[in-house]
């Protein structure tokens, strides 16, 4: 089984719309991280968090918002989707040893 | 502020061929960098890495980087192309003594042709 998983793979949803990305992980770290990713302008962190009850914003977190359930959980929304939030959106961990860990991904279309 | 720079977006070679694949870094600090490979809809995986000690360091896949600091720079090497390796390939340098994040560069997708 992954350690990172993501949920839905794939979504598409109409402008004006509540969505919400959800980000499980069975490796124990503290550290969990929100991107999206579009051409040509690489991974850019949304939001990300230290443990449960810290959690911060990244570089562009405008029109994001985010929920640190548990250790293992770290959710993902987008309370009114608007369509330049049309992007591939991966969830990741941290380990002690700084590597992050990433998810499938989550390709989220906003008509 | 750290960055990170990728240079060229596109990258073709044949099989067999030298890759190398560019990448400079801006830090005020020691960095801690890495490369990532993203192969079509599938997330990224870390290829190497390197925080301290041997500047050469060697990945997965018989990928190399060497980080030279002089330079600024931590270009990815691999002697001869495989087909298999066609894939989107991220440098990223950790902000380490701050958030921990990962700063990406742009990207360079890798063509192998036979």
């Known amino acids: 089984d992954a350690d990172v998983t993501q949920t839905p793979r794939n979504r598409i949803t109409k402008t004006g719309k509540r969505i919400m990305l959800e980000c499980s992980q069975t490796k124990g770290h503290d550290r969990m991280y929100w991107y999206r990713q579009d051409p040509g302008l690489g991974l850019r962190l949304i939001y990300y968090?230290?443990?449960?009850?810290?959690?911060n914003k990244g570089e562009i977190s405008d029109g994001y918002s985010v929920s640190r359930q548990a250790q293992a959980k770290f959710s993902l929304s987008l309370e009114s989707a608007i369509p330049n939030q049309t992007a591939l959106y991966f969830c990741?961990?941290?380990?002690?040893?700084?590597?992050?860990?990433f998810g499938p991904g989550t390709r989220l279309t906003v008509l | 502020a750290q960055s990170v720079t990728q240079l060229g977006s596109h990258v073709s070679v044949s099989e067999g061929a030298l890759v190398l694949l560019r990448c400079n870094y801006s830090s005020s600090v020691p960095p801690y960098l890495f490369w990532y490979v993203q192969y079509p809809n599938q997330g990224l995986q870390l290829l190497l890495k390197?925080?301290?000690?041997?500047?050469l360091v060697k990945g997965i896949n018989g990928f190399e980087a060497e980080f030279k600091k002089s330079e600024t720079s931590f270009h990815l090497t691999k002697p001869s192309a495989h087909m298999s390796d066609a894939a989107e390939y991220f440098c990223a340098v950790s902000d380490r003594y701050g958030t921990d994040k990962l700063i990406f560069g742009t990207g360079t997708r890798l063509q192998v042709f036979p």
């Open positions: 990741a961990t941290r380990d002690p040893r700084g590597e992050q860990f």
């Open positions: 968090s230290f443990d449960v009850k810290d959690i």
């Open positions: 390197y925080t301290t000690g041997a500047t």
